[in-house]
């Protein structure tokens, strides 16, 4: 998780003046939930909500008093036009899951990189990565100093905690 903050919340060069950069997560509503409440949204970044009932989403959001919370979004295009209108300058967008969301951005031309982390062990699980990258003809996997140059991770790229092997992966679009 420390990994997943450090990358998803760093910009390439902080700006002095003018609108402030910042990345952005998209995310399905489930993986939404999934967060714990007092996590939400995840801090320092632009945080879009991906759900079919957007109208119904945006009535269950309890909004403080300075606004903070997600933008809410019908699909992965509405959240990219919804993107284009806003004050921050964003530098990357991130997308965090679910299943479907991930089907959706990998087929979007706009899509260049998937940054992956490979789990090292086997586990009884209902969700799974839809495209095998190492097969695949439109993905290339990247070199680690493309890797280290992508996330700005200095870091091995396999670690271990709790007796599991993670490893991160940058795939580039071909």
């Known amino acids: 998780m420390g990994y997943f903050a450090r990358v998803t919340k760093r910009i390439s060069s902080p700006q002095s003046s003018g609108p402030r ?12 939930d999934s967060i714990p409440p007092k996590f ?5 970044r632009l945080n ?3 759900t079919r009932q957007a109208s119904e989403f945006e009535a269950t959001l309890d909004r403080k008093s ?4 997600p933008m809410v979004a019908s699909g992965i295009v ?9 004050a921050e300058d964003v530098e990357r967008v991130f997308v965090i899951g679910g299943a479907s969301i991930y089907r959706t951005a990998l087929e979007l031309p706009q ?16 969700t799974f990565f839809s495209v095998d990258l190492e097969e695949s003809a ?4 990247a070199g680690r100093e ?12 396999v670690v271990e905690e709790q007796g599991v092997e993670f490893e991160f992966c940058l795939y580039e679009r071909v």
């Open 138 to 141: 439109v993905w290339r996997r």
């Open 66 to 69: 300075d606004g903070e919370g």
């Open 21 to 32: 950069k910042v990345n952005a997560v998209l995310m399905g509503r489930k993986t939404w």
């Open 48 to 50: 879009i909500v991906i």
């Open 111 to 126: 899509t260049r990189y998937v940054l992956l982390t490979k789990i090292r062990r086997e586990f009884e699980c209902d």
């Open 78 to 86: 509405d959240a990219l036009a919804q993107l284009e209108g806003k």
């Open 146 to 157: 493309e890797l280290r140059e992508f996330t700005g991770e200095e870091g091995e790229v």
């Open 40 to 44: 939400r949204p995840l801090k320092d």
